[in-house]
């Protein structure tokens, strides 16, 4: 029998699965699942549940690199086909996504920034003015700055 809690992780983490843009995003969540499957009577809460399970496969992932590094596949002289977004920043946004002290219109707006939109895109979008979207986003960098800091400083 799986706790309520565990429930809404796996759904969370399906849900995230369905909008994921990268193998690397997807193995994670897939690591993430079976950490959560794993251990289903777990009474912590879905948000900490899913940072917690998405903060150990990232640390799979890097112990299999380490291991084993990636090696190219392709001739020297190939150009790659298809080269995948920066591992930081797929970081980022999944920390944006699972943050609990982000307001759901603020986490919008930083995914927003995240995934290239500038503020005259999304003052055109959302109908106000330049400099308000602009103030909203100096707010919302500010409250990041200080929820990262603070969660570095408790690791």
């Known amino acids: 029998m799986m706790s309520d809690a565990v429930v809404t992780a796996v759904k969370t983490l399906q849900e995230r699965a369905l909008r994921a843009r990268n193998t ?3 193995d994670r969540i897939e690591r993430a699942l079976d950490e959560l499957l794993r251990n289903p009577e777990n009474p912590a809460p879905a948000q900490h549940r899913v940072r917690s399970a998405l903060g150990h496969a990232h640390e799979a992932i890097e112990r299999r690199k380490a291991i084993a590094p990636q090696t190219e596949l392709a001739d020297h002289g190939q150009e790659p086909g298809y080269v995948e977004f920066a591992f930081q920043e797929i970081e980022m946004l999944a920390w944006i996504s699972v943050e609990p002290g982000f307001k759901e219109p603020d986490r919008a707006l930083l ?10 895109m999304l003052a055109e979008r959302d109908g106000v003015p330049v400099a308000r979207i602009r103030e909203r986003i100096s707010r919302c ?15």
């Open 111 to 120: 995914i927003d920034l995240a995934l290239g939109q500038d503020a005259e």
């Open 24 to 26: 690397y995003e997807l």
């Open 141 to 155: 960098r500010r409250q990041a700055r200080q929820l990262r800091s603070k969660m570095d400083l408790a690791a």
